[in-house]
């Protein structure tokens, strides 16, 4: 049974920085699509950046593209999110998510591959302070 487990969380001024990441454990698909969700108190989960393992294309939320950067330094190493001048609204738990992508759909991003993120995280609070 595979894990994963989000670090980096923790609370910042606006403005900040935080950096998270992501370490997988027991994983050995040939490719996965690795996501990032952000929960906000009284709100429902939401994607916000996802990458490709098999080096496709990367995907983070328009409204979050100026700030926010995921990326994976080589196979297999952990994924992270860096986020950029944090706002109060950034305020949130944070959970990585990742499956298979194996569909062999044709779409730009991997989460358009899939039919859902099967394997989550904990999640890690990220918390903004203005």
């Known amino acids: 049974q595979g894990q994963l487990r989000e670090s980096g969380g923790g609370s910042v001024q606006a403005g900040g920085s935080l950096r998270l990441s992501c370490t997988t454990s027991g994983y050995y698909y040939r490719r996965l699509c690795m996501g990032w969700f952000r929960q906000a108190p009284g709100k429902e989960r939401e994607l916000i950046a996802t990458i490709d393992t098999a080096g496709g294309s990367d995907y983070v939320i328009d409204s979050l593209q100026d700030r926010f950067t995921i990326s994976q330094d080589r196979a297999r190493s952990p994924t992270s999110l860096q986020m950029n001048n944090l706002k109060f609204e950034d305020t949130g738990i944070y959970y990585c998510?990742?499956?298979?992508?194996?569909?062999?759909?044709?779409?730009?991003?991997?989460?358009?591959?899939?039919?859902?993120?099967?394997?989550w995280g904990p999640g890690t609070q990220v918390t903004v302070s203005s």
């Open positions: 998510a990742l499956d298979e992508d194996s569909s062999g759909k044709t779409a730009p991003y991997c989460y358009e591959r899939l039919r859902d993120f099967n394997s």
